[in-house]
């Protein structure tokens, strides 16, 4: 009698779970898929989405981005003839065909109509050069010159700086077979072109390494800042009366790093409260000096009022 009620009495035990290997693979088994998920959630918090994503145009870029430039080896851009190359001839057009098709087609097809396999899920689509609906550029000679250096912003058209400029040329001439109202080469933006790029002097281009590389390694130097932050550190060197400027100066720890992470984020242009809460968390990190913390109001709206017009000025 005493025994039985002892056995109803008995609390939850933990070597019962042996007992019971049904439950006890149940419980591991939900342990476990629990600790995966940690796991993979602290994985995607990890992720760098900028170069995930590296396919141009997938993701589009916000103006509180900027994407990361490739690495480069600087390099010697032999002179280019302008007018030679932008002269069609049948040699130029068959080497632009073989471009073509190992750089174009996957996207704007073998008849040019912008129905590639890979560009069948691109929005904005790939150009259709037979029937085209509008231009960002222009279908002239110069247009397509600007679109294969630049490629077009937050689309899947991206740069083809890589390829040579005689080669672009040759390109454009194989892209004007596929549509006779094309505009044939003008002499007058030929040369705009020409000194645009310094096509025929060539170009020695500087090493390009990413700023956010540049930042980790700790180089970040002159040569490493976008020419918009070079105009703008060049603009608050020069500034020397006004009291705005001395105080931002006096703020700087490493004034590149700070202003590319001023650039890197620019939700502080949206009032003085946000550009405070920006200096205030990891200023050091940021090339900042940790003195930012004592900032007084007047002063971080002086600041704030500062910086927002050099940025808003001299920023691409
Ligand atoms: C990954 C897909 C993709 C590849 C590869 C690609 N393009 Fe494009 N291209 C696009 C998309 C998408 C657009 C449309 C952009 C827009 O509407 O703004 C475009 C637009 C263009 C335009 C029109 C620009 C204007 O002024 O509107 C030209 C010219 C062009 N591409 C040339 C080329 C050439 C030449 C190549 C090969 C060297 C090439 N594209 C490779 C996707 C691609």
Not at 84 to 111: D, M, Q, R, W
Not at 301 to 308: E, H
Request: charged share 20%.
């Amino acid at each position: 009698m005493n025994f039985d009620s002892e056995k109803k009495k008995k609390k939850f035990n933990v070597y019962d779970l042996f007992r019971d290997l049904e439950k006890f693979y149940g419980i591991l088994y939900m342990l476990l898929l629990a600790f995966l998920i940690l796991l993979g959630s602290k994985y995607v918090k990890t992720l760098d989405y900028n170069n995930l994503f590296s396919a141009p145009g997938l993701l589009a870029a916000d103006s509180n981005m900027r994407v990361a430039l490739p690495v480069k080896k600087g390099q010697m851009t032999p002179p280019v003839d302008v007018i030679k190359f932008s002269t069609e001839s049948p040699e130029l057009i068959a080497k632009g065909k073989e471009l073509y098709s190992t750089n174009c087609v996957s996207c704007h097809g073998e008849t040019g109509e912008g129905n590639g396999s890979a560009g069948a899920a691109l929005n904005p689509p790939p150009r259709n050069f037979v029937n085209p609906k509008f231009w960002k550029n222009s279908p002239s000679y110069a247009g397509m010159y600007v679109t294969l250096e630049e490629g077009i912003a937050n689309t899947g058209m991206a740069s083809f700086s890589n390829i040579p400029p005689e080669d672009r040329f040759a390109l454009i001439q194989y892209l004007h077979t596929f549509n006779p109202t094309f505009p044939k080469a003008n002499p007058d933006s030929m040369k705009a072109l020409d000194e645009k790029y310094s096509l025929s002097t060539g170009v020695k281009a500087a090493n390009q390494i990413p700023l956010t590389l540049a930042m980790e390694l700790e180089i970040l130097n002159n040569d490493t800042l976008t020419n918009d932050l070079k105009t703008i550190a060049s603009n608050i060197a020069s500034d020397k009366n006004d009291t705005a400027a001395a105080i931002v100066k006096s703020l700087f720890l490493n004034e590149n790093k700070a202003l590319y992470s001023l650039s890197s984020n620019m939700k502080w242009t949206e009032s003085s409260q946000e550009l405070v809460k920006f200096l205030s968390v990891d200023p050091v990190d940021k090339g900042f000096r940790a003195s930012v913390y004592q900032i007084s109001a007047t002063d971080a709206d002086r600041v704030y009022v500062y910086l927002k017009n050099m940025f808003m000025k001299n920023r691409l």
